[in-house]
């Protein structure tokens, strides 16, 4: 048994795999997932887990160049921006698009984690970076 880090053996599988400039998505509940791409569906129930667990978690094992968020998070749920930026620490840039072109983007992520997150726009599409 793994003793640390992500026990989900399927993200820590897709991470593990990801190369320069692969993308996966973070998102809630109602991200619409692409035909061909990957789900890993994480959501139990209304709030678990929350976007902001699995985030944290991925980013402990995902070196990130960038981030893609929606440009509406900021105008639907401005509280949620806050807390992201609090979350990301200026470790890498937020970059907003719109919901509809972070939708077309997410066709060429390696896979969408779906969250159990309620919250409106909370989806993040994570570009990795390397480690030298």
């Known amino acids: ?72 998070m900021s105008e639907v749920s401005p509280n949620f921006k806050k807390e992201l930026e609090e979350v990301v620490k200026g470790e890498f840039i937020l970059k907003a698009i719109s919901h509809e072109e972070l939708k077309k983007l997410s066709c060429d992520v390696k896979a969408v984690i779906r969250t159990g997150e309620f919250t409106p726009y909370a989806n993040i599409i994570l570009k990795s970076g390397v480690l030298f």
């Open 1 to 72: 048994m793994k003793k640390i880090g992500l026990l989900h053996g399927e993200l820590s599988k897709v991470i593990a795999e990801m190369a320069h400039n692969d993308m996966i998505l973070i998102g809630d509940a109602g991200m619409p997932v692409p035909k061909g791409v990957q789900l890993i569906d994480l959501a139990i129930s209304n709030g678990v887990p929350g976007f902001f667990d699995v985030l944290k978690a991925v980013l402990g094992e995902l070196r990130v160049a960038e981030g893609i968020i929606g440009t509406e």
